[in-house]
């Protein structure tokens, strides 16, 4: 039996820049997934990079989306 995988799939991660938006959107990076970290302030910017980060720092690819 193969393991899932999200490899190139993009993937949205509503409210991705703490708690468990951020698990997922690592988790997701991690299965393959090319990652889109939602925010949706400005103060909440911080969190979306440093999620971001993680997930670069894994060897994830993603960014963070405004909406």
Not at 4 to 11: E, I, K, Y
Not at 35 to 48: D, Q, T
């Amino acid at each position: 039996m193969t393991e899932p995988t999200l490899r190139n799939q993009n993937v949205l991660i509503a409210g991705g820049g703490k708690n468990l938006g951020g698990l997922i959107a690592r988790q997701s990076a991690e299965a393959g997934a090319k990652v889109a970290i939602h925010y949706n302030s400005e103060s909440s910017l911080s969190e979306a990079e440093a999620t971001l980060a993680a997930v670069e720092e894994q060897g994830g690819q993603g960014r963070p989306a405004h909406g």
